[in-house]
């Protein structure tokens, strides 16, 4: 009886160093990917995608002041709902994490530097994460101020500050939740991409697909997809056309929960399958 006890004393200390190490080594990841993310030869391509919507909608706040018609708060929102949809949803956050995610990977192979990780002490489902959280970081950082700036130059350049008061407000933190959502989801998709894929355009492609063809589906195939759960967060309901197929949105009990589970769901995946992965840069 004593000696497991014994036993147990010594194990409760391990694991308590263990989870220590790891977060300590996630951290270090997190430091170095971070930089690259920010100030790599990569970035430049993310910094021209994150400020064009807010100069888009820079263009598109002066050209209605031009018609000196003063828009009502509701014509704002369908107007801003629209472009964040279409410049924002569909193409910023889409893209950027494409690109971001996928490259957290499939850019260290292209350029012969993922076996410096390999080969250090540590384990792989740490790498996994702690290259996840510097992706995460990075969109939510660029594409956050990205959707918040564009809210604040369209209102200011239109209605002026009287756009900002708590429903506004509150409005416009909505739309950066769902940019925070739609990076976590659609990191998670492309990092699992661009780690078991050799060429990652090609599903990457298929996803953009069937994310955008989502408003042909059937219920019960939109609910396969990211952008069907964060549609049914948005503020302001978009039209989907005459050829939609109409289906009841996902209260936000279950989109959010839902998206975060199958997110973790995916990294668990990834964590699991990189134990096994092998490098081969002669086939690159």
Known sequence: ???????????????????????????????????????????????????APILIMAFASVLISGERRQLSIGELNIIFANAYEALILRTLIFFGCAWIFMNLFRGEVVDRSLHYYFLSPLRREVLVCGKYLSGLVAT???????TGGS??????????????????VSQALVYVGITVLGCIGYGAAFMVIGLFFRNPI????????????????????????????????????????????????????ISIPGLLIV?????????????????NYGGE
């Open 1 to 51: 009886m004593s000696s497991s006890t014994e036993v147990l004393a010594e194990m409760k200390p391990t694991r308590a160093r263990s989870w220590s190490l790891w977060g300590g080594q996630i951290a270090a990841i997190l430091r170095l990917e971070v930089r690259k993310n920010f100030i790599g030869r990569r970035a430049f391509l993310i910094y021209l995608l994150a400020g």
């Open 151 to 168: 809210v604040f130059v369209l209102c200011i350049g239109t209605i002026g500050p009287s756009y900002f008061n708590r429903a506004g």
């Open 140 to 146: 939510l950082v660029l594409f956050g101020i990205s």
């Open 202 to 253: 090609i599903p990457g492609l298929l996803i953009y697909g069937w994310e955008w063809i989502n408003f042909l589906l059937p219920p019960v195939l939109k609910k396969i997809s990211i952008i069907h759960y964060l549609h049914s967060l948005t503020p302001v309901p978009i039209p989907e056309g005459p050829f939609a197929m109409v289906a009841e949105p996902t209260p936000a009990y």
């Open 263 to 279: 997110t973790a769901a995916v990294l668990v995946f990834a964590s699991f399958q990189i134990r096994r992965m092998e490098i």
